[in-house]
């Protein structure tokens, strides 16, 4: 099928256009791979080099962040790395420095097979069961939508599932006659077969597919998605895993969870530019699913039938490679060791202080960075505006209570690895002071 974009991709560029493209793409400044020999003297395991500031020096460093704020919410999306940032720009300054149709469709996007070919090997799957999406919500209604149900049939997820995520298959449901099942489920929760077997208890046989979130975006906490993944499999019910806020967080590889469909952003733990995610569709399931915008019946099982958008700027795409890069220089098991390190050091502060509940299990294997802390009796809306007012200080409430919700109330803290310990020692020390003294 001949389309805008293949037909003006095929028209052949001047000589010159392709071969002055290295030059306009070249690196014009550090690269991660600088960052890496800077950090490759660095000896120990993943929990002694959490403690090592010195090797957490130059990561701060390469983050253009402003230190006159604190910023605790990377959770909802994240800075990138300078790197990254001028990796993106090198890539607008060609496409807007040539002409569109060549840089885009006969340079640029077929570098992007480069990123998946990569983000692929990382993580242990094949090339051809990775989209590059724009965010874990894209990916994951391309596999909401993509199934076929029928009235009567019903999903399966729980209160603490994303509310986008839970609000596509309600419309689902006032559109089509499906089912929506939603189930609460502890928090915090040091038993993950405790969720294996509530998602089991509520399987009926109408059940078509499961949602669960790999983290609970609501507290931090890690749900045993595997395990999850092997009960849907065994039942014959899809899994959808929303893995927005666990990828390049946990230290993990997409075939250790045995998955066959996975969604994420990468413009959280990666720190790959704003507006970049990505799917993982198991290959020999490509085919039953439907993609989200219309592709041709020849793509019936290519990955990249979930890619059909239209026109989009292809320098976030390709500048998450340098987000890559800059993620194998720290490595993973480094990576999550020292945000744990980051949430032990302000949760030990305020745990045991009047009324304050955790709301995340802290043990390995059940949470990563985050955590989220309520003050029991107390508004936490004037606490956070007091942290930002006062100290400069950004947090997120979590007030998810009601009729239909999940329950959990309290201030989700999620620092990264460009946070420094001053900066959460200050968060520590204001926090104690707010629940011992008030903000009055």
């Given at each position: 099928m ?13 000589a010159?256009?392709?071969?002055m ?5 070249a690196?014009r400044?550090g690269?991660a791979?600088?960052?890496a020999?800077?950090l490759?003297?660095?000896?120990g395991?993943?929990?002694d080099?959490?403690r090592?500031?010195?090797f957490?020096?130059?990561v ?5 962040v ?14 990138a790395?300078?790197?990254v940032?001028?990796a ?8 807007n ?10 340079i ?5 097979e480069g990123v998946?070919?990569?983000i692929a090997r ?11 999406t724009r965010n874990a919500s894209?990916?994951?209604q ?18 603490h ?6 609000n596509?298959?309600?419309q ?7 089912v ?5 489920i502890?928090?915090p929760?040091d ?5 294996v ?12 597919l499961?949602l ?20 849907g499999?065994?039942?014959g ?13 946990l230290?993990f ?6 998955c066959?469909?996975y969604?994420?952003?990468?413009h959280?733990w ?5 507006g970049t ?7 020999d399931?490509i085919p ?10 020849t793509q019936?099982?290519?990955?990249r ?7 989009h700027?292809?320098a ?6 340098e987000a ?5 220089a720290?490595?993973?098991?480094n ?14 502060r305020?745990r ?10 802290l ?5 990563g960075g ?9 508004e ?10 006062r100290?400069?200080i950004f947090?997120?409430v979590i007030?998810?209570?009601?009729e239909?919700?999940s329950?959990v109330?309290?201030l ?6 460009y ?9 520590a ?5 707010a629940?011992?003294?008030?903000v009055?």
């Amino acid at each position: 099928m001949t389309t805008r974009r293949t037909f003006l991709g095929s028209i052949v560029a001047p000589a010159g256009v392709a071969a002055m493209a290295p030059r306009l793409l070249a690196v014009r400044s550090g690269s991660a791979w600088t960052l890496a020999s800077e950090l490759a003297g660095h000896r120990g395991d993943p929990e002694d080099i959490a403690r090592d500031e010195s090797f957490w020096a130059p990561v701060q460093r390469a983050f253009t962040v402003d230190r006159s704020i604190i910023n605790l919410n990377n959770g909802g999306v994240s800075p990138a790395p300078a790197v990254v940032q001028e990796a993106m720009k090198r890539h607008l300054d060609f496409c807007n420095s040539t002409p569109p149709p060549m840089a885009l469709w006969q340079i640029l996007t077929p570098r992007a097979e480069g990123v998946r070919e990569r983000i692929a090997r990382h993580w242990g799957v094949d090339t051809e069961e990775i989209a590059l999406t724009r965010n874990a919500s894209e990916g994951l209604q391309v596999l909401q939508f993509g199934f076929d149900l029928q009235r009567g049939d019903e999903v399966l997820c729980t209160t603490h599932d994303y509310p986008r995520m839970r609000n596509t298959f309600l419309q689902r449901e006032r559109r089509e006659g499906i089912v929506l099942r939603q189930f609460d489920i502890p928090f915090p929760c040091d038993d993950p077969g405790e969720i294996v077997r509530l998602y089991e208890r509520n399987i009926t046989d109408r059940t078509k597919l499961i949602l669960v979130s790999h983290i609970v975006f609501l507290t931090g906490q890690a749900l045993p998605v595997g395990e999850v993944a092997a009960l849907g499999r065994r039942r014959g019910i899809p899994v959808l895993i929303d893995g927005a806020h666990a990828f390049a967080h946990l230290d993990f590889r997409l075939n250790d969870l045995e998955c066959d469909f996975y969604a994420t952003s990468l413009h959280k733990w990666l720190f790959a530019p704003h507006g970049t995610g990505l799917l993982y569709v198991r290959r020999d399931r490509i085919p039953e699913v439907w993609p989200l915008m219309a592709a041709a019946e020849t793509q019936r099982d290519d990955i990249r039938k979930f890619e059909e958008i239209g026109t989009h700027p292809e320098a976030n795409t390709l500048a998450i490679a340098e987000a890559l890069s800059f993620h194998q220089a720290i490595g993973g098991a480094n990576k999550l060791a020292r945000m744990r390190f980051l949430r032990d050091r302000w949760v030990e502060r305020v745990r045991d202080l009047p009324g304050v509940a955790l709301r995340t299990s802290l043990g390995r294997g059940l949470s990563g960075g985050i955590a989220t802390v309520d003050i029991e009796g107390v508004e936490l809306g004037p606490i956070s505006s007091w942290l930002w007012d006062r100290h400069r200080i950004f947090v997120v409430v979590i007030n998810d209570t009601g009729e239909g919700k999940s329950g959990v109330r309290g201030l989700r803290i999620s620092p990264s690895v460009y946070t420094t310990t001053e900066e959460i020692d200050r968060f520590a020390d204001a926090l104690t002071h707010a629940i011992r003294h008030g903000v009055g």
